[in-house]
């Protein structure tokens, strides 16, 4: 792999975890200090089409991984050792350390005690539960590791299983597809070399970066599909034209998959680019929920399997209609009824009728409802306002003045006769100056 490869490689896969394209030098940093990741890849109940995809990959080429980031110790299909061989192999991955990775394809028979699939004479039961309690991690790898897939489908006599079902020791990472698609398998293991940890991932142990986000959010026939413009026949003007597949039994709008971004055929196209639509395969038994391939989505009703979700659409709005209809019909009913209540009340009410005279001694009650008194108290009021006429205004010229007092008041006339200086005394000849004084 040359240098321009590796890092062009490094760029796709921060593209395909969903981390920013700062993320890239940082991957081939990671990736050349790493040591490869040993990984042990066993094959159970499956048709092999995993393994195919995984030789198949485009940009690294498998050839590449091997090199650059994989030591593959154990592959049955890809080993040139068999029988006692291959078993001795397999065992002495387990023994050279807990730092491996293990990645099992195909299902997991438990009937007839694991009789169907025996690897080195051993169920092939027993053999996951050893091989995935020495790993770092266990990667289940196409729906029928994940949840059992078409060994299972409709109560299979094998009693197939996913890998789950049998708790294996060590974390368990599950990437459904039919067949796995390979870039989200090489960034997973790019993740962990990366970040020493697995990514981030959902409550069914798949990572987000795959299976986060809706294959209808992200299809080139979405623009299609919010027009109404839609392929009735295979092979009719709307199919010709790339108009969407859902009337032909498209499952896009409720799978979970990255199939339209990361394609298949070394990334050339998928399956509704091909002009098929999505058949769900990577969701939870899929061969059960998302099957017939070609009809609308799957009865939503277990016990009326002939009825389609359009068919239980169309009754829920007919019947809202309906109920509107009638709640319509009794309101316009009530309304009328109601006016002519009204109008019949009109015809039928007395003419008012003159008041009685009252008795000369009897007041009539205030038209207000006042309390008793309050009729002579006002009367009162009016009287006393009517009484107090305002005097008339003089002119100026013709305002009388006051008299003059003809004598003072008694206070001013006591105040003058303090201040009134007493007569002068004559000094008449032989008074002393002695007496002078003592007058004084």
Known sequence: MSRRT?????????????????????????????????????????????????????????????????????????????????????????????????????????????????????????????????????????????????????????????????????????????????????????????????????????????????????????????????????????????????????????????CPTQRYAEGTSWAVESGHGCIGCTMPAFWNTMLPAYRRLPSPLPFASTITVDQVGGALVGGVAGLAGVHAVASYGRARLSRQGKTMSVETEPADEAPAPLPDDEEAPSPAGDPPGATEATAATAQVMTDAVPEPILPLEEVPLPEPESEAAPGVAALEALVQPEPERQVEAGDSIDEERADQ
């Open 6 to 258: 590796f890092l062009k490689f490094c760029s796709a896969m921060a593209g395909v975890l969903a981390l920013p394209a700062a993320f890239g030098p940082r991957i081939a940093t990671a990736l050349q200090a790493a040591p490869p990741m040993r990984l042990v890849w066993l094959h159970g109940q499956a048709c092999g089409g995993d393994t195919a995809a995984f030789l198949r990959s485009p940009s690294p080429t498998a050839s590449e991984l091997f090199v650059r980031l994989l030591s593959v110790d154990y592959q049955e299909m890809l080993m040139a050792s068999s029988g006692a061989n291959a078993t001795r192999a397999m065992a002495a991955s387990g023994g050279n350390g807990p730092d491996y990775l293990a990645v099992i394809e195909g299902s997991v028979p438990r009937g007839a005690n694991g009789m169907y699939c025996l690897v080195g004479g051993r169920p092939f039961a027993d053999v996951v539960r050893d091989v995935s309690a020495g790993a770092v991690a266990t990667i289940a790898v196409g729906s029928c590791a994940v949840d059992g897939g078409a060994p299972r489908a409709r109560n299979g006599v094998t009693g197939a299983v996913g890998v789950e079902d049998l708790h294996p020791a060590s974390p368990l990472v599950n990437l459904p597809g039919c067949p796995v698609n390979v870039h989200n398998l090489v960034a997973t293991i790019v993740h962990y070399l990366t970040f020493k940890e697995l990514p981030p991932m959902g409550a069914a142990h798949r990572p987000l970066f795959a299976y986060g986000g809706l294959v209808h959010n992200q299809c080139e026939r979405r623009a299609h599909f919010e027009f109404g413009e839609f392929a009735t026949e295979w092979g009719d003007a709307g199919a010709q034209q790339g108009w969407c597949l859902y009337k032909l039994g498209c499952k896009g709008p409720e799978v979970f998959a990255n």
